[in-house]
């Protein structure tokens, strides 16, 4: 656009086009732009600002452009800087010397600010979805797996038996309040910018409220300073967007050592393993691999987001057009992940017997020892020295507490009598039967509340 540069006796250097551009990048925006400039459009011709006429003409104009982009038909000119100027120098190709009185009381200050706004509002929703749809998978492989016993773990040591189902569950929690952070999000984003102008507001008489009815924001601005310039909902979205993409990696983690021959406790499905160029046995984790992988790379843009905001002072300033390249990628990243850990996740074997085993090794009977000691009337504290010294006897010849005889029990307290031959995995995991423990009934009720809340 030609007119942009009017203050100017010659054009830019090619060089400094190609550095200033973001049309390559925001070009994805086109959707939040054409529906911005539609309701913007019709805004100034209910207020009598342009004639009916001409709204109508610029809105059939910009529809024309928008069906141009969906069938990419659309002819991008490197020498327009985004998004937002070439659609407009489409639609005066389109519609003449009417499509330059679209950007009559606005700015694309607060134009660009709008559809970054109408962008991270779509995909918060879209991420809620995808957080929902893991959470479903979750679910059902944990109903599937009630039963089982593994076991628990801190440290990466072997500590108690727990359900299987009660592990998953643990992430289903996570993704709870991940949906939470983002639905408080987009409260925060839901704040329409138009009518900011360049930074002070305009001098025509608009009907901001209508417009923010239009595109279904809740409210408007206050500060059209702060409006054009503000970009913490795109932090808060990084944000959002770190902390699923940090429990998926945990998630992814796990997933990674549980498909190990070492533990076996779960077999990725073909559709989400991959093999080696040169090892032909090989069943990698590779999705799992990358999501923890692609962690980093989203934390990297939350930061960067941070940084290049740290020091701007009032009120626009070029620096923010940095915020789209790592906001896009952010997106993206996020969104794929949870929709692949959603298939790895449903698909995934679960290797029951293995993790029956692995949940009585590593003393994980030691606490249930101590408690029944508790019980017998003994402190806590000498159930468990009692009990700490019971496991170093057992480990010696490398006998399980299981293993045991009553005799060798009654060596260390005379406390023990024939019911301690009854702890056992299973009982160990009935006994945490209390809100939030692993027992078998406690997990019923939790699947049964999970379902309920997916769709909250």
Request: glycine share 8%; charged share 25%; hydrophobic share 40%.
């Amino acid at each position: 656009m030609s007119h942009i540069r009017s203050r100017f006796s010659k054009p830019a250097e090619d060089k400094v086009i190609s550095y200033t551009t973001s049309l390559p990048f925001d070009r994805r925006l086109y959707p939040e732009d054409i529906l911005g400039s539609i309701a913007h459009a019709r805004m100034l011709g209910r207020r009598g600002i342009i004639s009916p006429g001409e709204a109508g003409e610029l809105e059939a104009g910009l529809l024309a452009v928008k069906q141009e982009l969906d069938e990419g038909r659309f002819v991008f000119k490197p020498e327009l800087e985004d998004i937002h100027m070439a659609i407009e120098s489409r639609l005066f190709e389109l519609k003449g010397e009417v499509a330059g009185k679209l950007h009559t009381a606005r700015s694309r200050n607060d134009q660009v600010a709008l559809d970054t706004r109408m962008y991270v509002k779509r995909k918060l929703g879209e991420l809620v979805d995808g957080l929902k749809n893991l959470q479903k998978a979750l679910v059902r492989v944990a109903d599937e797996n009630r039963e089982v016993i593994m076991p628990g773990c801190t440290h990466l040591q072997h500590a108690q038996p727990v359900l299987f189902a009660h592990h998953l569950l643990a992430y289903f929690e996570m993704l709870q309040r991940d949906k939470g952070r983002a639905r408080d999000c987009l409260a925060r984003t839901d704040c329409l910018p138009l009518g900011s102008g360049a930074l002070a507001g305009t001098g025509f008489d608009i009907d901001r409220e209508q417009v923010a009815h239009e595109l279904g924001f809740g409210q408007v601005s206050q500060n059209s300073m702060d409006a054009v310039s503000d970009r913490d909902f795109v932090v808060e979205f990084e944000a959002c967007a770190s902390l699923v993409m940090m429990h998926l990696s945990r998630l992814a983690e796990e997933i990674i050592l549980w498909s190990t021959s070492e533990y076996g406790f779960i077999t990725l499905d073909d559709a989400y393993s991959t093999g080696s160029s040169i090892m032909p046995q090989k069943r990698n984790p590779d999705v799992a691999e990358l999501g923890r992988g692609k962690t980093g790379r989203v934390y990297g843009h939350l930061v960067a987001m941070l940084t290049t905001l740290k020091s701007l002072p009032l009120s626009y300033n070029r620096d923010l057009q940095e915020d789209k390249e790592g906001l896009f990628d952010t997106a993206d990243t996020v969104l794929s992940s949870l929709d692949v850990f959603a298939g790895m996740v449903a698909t995934m074997q679960v290797n029951r017997q293995a993790m029956l085993e692995a949940a009585g090794r590593g003393y994980t009977l030691a606490t249930d020892v101590a408690d029944y000691l508790v019980k017998k009337g003994l402190s806590f504290r000498e159930a468990h020295r009692i009990t700490g010294r019971l496991v170093s006897y057992a480990a010696g010849p490398g006998k399980g507490l299981e293993e045991l005889s009553l005799d060798e029990y009654r060596r260390f307290s005379d406390a023990f009598e024939k019911d301690v031959l009854d702890i056992t995995v299973e009982s160990a995991v009935k006994a945490r039967n209390l809100p939030g423990g692993t027992a078998p009934q406690q997990v019923a009720r939790a699947l049964e509340k999970a379902r309920a809340t997916i769709e909250g």
